[in-house]
């Protein structure tokens, strides 16, 4: 009868720690934390996977510089890791951009005209190269991924027969599977930033040549919200702050901070072509 009885608390034990596993979620302030970027951190047993979320805040590494305000500093303790290698794919016979990191574990990169997408350790997901039917092309920039599961990334595309290039800013989805694609006025060198609501910002140019580009603003789902033409944008990655103002340079040399809804907030002449913002804890 006692042995019925340790059995049946054991039992109970179980489903009680079953029922309160979600407790043991936790969420923690990161370095973003005055934005609102927060970090969750989950447990599973091996045998489980992380729930089918996208969202930015849940990302270890989303975009160039490792979120908005592109501080490069990661909340993450990487005092364990000694440098040996874990796995180097041998099918990429390419150059490739950085690399990004979604709310999964998914790591992808730009390599040629690819987007390339990895598990952790290193197996290759899928790659996306039909979108354009061709070879020609070549991706620039550093991925960006939103909370829409979506990953946008510049390419541009060669002629060869005319050697003309013609410009994109694309979409695909986690799983690989094309959104949407715009054609834009120049190369996009700088690599796209996500803004709270969504939106995705983004720059492009000519290499200086005047009214060669533009900065635009476009929905998740492919509509133009605004553009400031006739600017060029050569590597400089727009960073956002806590209240939504977009900063990012153009060759002439000149910075500016742009509201939301694309006006103009101000704007700084500096000496020569302007690199990717970093905004600090203070908003400087």
Same mark, same amino acid.
């Given at each position: 009868?006692?042995?019925?009885?340790?059995?049946?608390?054991?039992?109970?034990?179980?489903?009680?720690?079953?029922?309160?596993?979600?407790?043991?979620?936790?969420?923690?302030?990161?370095?973003?934390?005055? !934005?609102?970027?927060?970090?969750?951190?989950?447990?599973? &047993?091996?045998?489980?996977?992380?729930?089918?979320?996208?969202?930015?805040?849940?990302?270890?590494?989303?975009?160039?510089?490792?979120?908005?305000?592109?501080?490069?500093?990661?909340?993450?303790?990487?005092?364990?890791?000694? $440098? &040996?290698?874990? %796995?180097?794919?041998?099918?990429?016979?390419?150059?490739?951009?950085?690399?990004?990191?979604?709310?999964?574990?998914?790591?992808?990169?730009?390599?040629?005209?690819?987007?390339?997408?990895?598990?952790?350790?290193? %197996?290759?997901?899928?790659?996306?190269?039909?979108?354009?039917?061709?070879?020609?092309?070549?991706?620039?920039?550093?991925?960006?991924?939103?909370?829409? $599961?979506?990953?946008?990334?510049?390419?541009?595309?060669?002629?060869?027969?005319?050697?003309?290039?013609?410009?994109?800013?694309?979409?695909?989805?986690?799983?690989?599977?094309?959104?949407?694609?715009?054609?834009?006025?120049?190369?996009?060198?700088?690599?796209?930033?996500?803004?709270?609501?969504?939106?995705?910002?983004?720059?492009?140019?000519?290499?200086? !040549?005047?009214?060669?580009?533009?900065?635009?603003?476009?929905?998740?789902?492919?509509? !133009?919200?605004?553009?400031? &033409?006739?600017?060029?944008?050569?590597?400089?990655?727009?960073?956002?702050?806590?209240?939504?103002?977009?900063?990012?340079?153009?060759?002439?040399?000149?910075?500016?901070?742009?509201?939301?809804?694309?006006?103009?907030?101000?704007?700084?002449?500096?000496? $020569?072509?302007?690199?990717?913002?970093?905004?600090?804890?203070?908003?400087?």
């Amino acid at each position: 009868m006692r042995k019925y009885a340790v059995i049946l608390f054991l039992l109970s034990f179980l489903l009680i720690l079953n029922t309160m596993a979600p407790l043991f979620m936790r969420s923690a302030k990161t370095a973003e934390g005055a !934005e609102g970027w927060d970090e969750v951190y989950y447990d599973f &047993s091996p045998s489980e996977t992380l729930p089918e979320t996208h969202s930015i805040s849940k990302a270890p590494w989303p975009m160039i510089g490792g979120g908005v305000r592109h501080t490069g500093r990661s909340p993450h303790d990487t005092s364990h890791v000694d $440098g &040996s290698l874990i %796995r180097q794919p041998t099918n990429i016979n390419a150059a490739v951009t950085p690399a990004i990191i979604d709310g999964d574990g998914t790591v992808y990169i730009g390599a040629n005209q690819w987007i390339v997408a990895f598990t952790l350790d290193g %197996r290759e997901r899928w790659r996306y190269p039909d979108m354009f039917d061709t070879t020609n092309g070549l991706i620039r920039t550093v991925p960006a991924v939103s909370s829409e $599961g979506y990953i946008y990334y510049g390419m541009d595309v060669y002629n060869t027969t005319t050697w003309e290039d013609t410009y994109y800013f694309c979409a695909v989805d986690t799983s690989g599977n094309p959104k949407w694609k715009v054609e834009v006025p120049g190369t996009v060198r700088s690599s796209p930033a996500v803004g709270a609501d969504g939106t995705v910002y983004f720059g492009c140019g000519k290499g200086g !040549e005047p009214g060669g580009g533009g900065f635009f603003a476009f929905t998740p789902q492919g509509v !133009e919200k605004w553009n400031i &033409s006739g600017v060029e944008v050569g590597y400089s990655s727009p960073a956002i702050d806590a209240g939504g103002t977009i900063y990012f340079g153009d060759w002439s040399g000149k910075l500016y901070a742009v509201k939301p809804d694309g006006s103009v907030r101000w704007s700084y002449q500096g000496s $020569g072509p302007v690199g990717s913002p970093s905004i600090g804890d203070d908003g400087t």
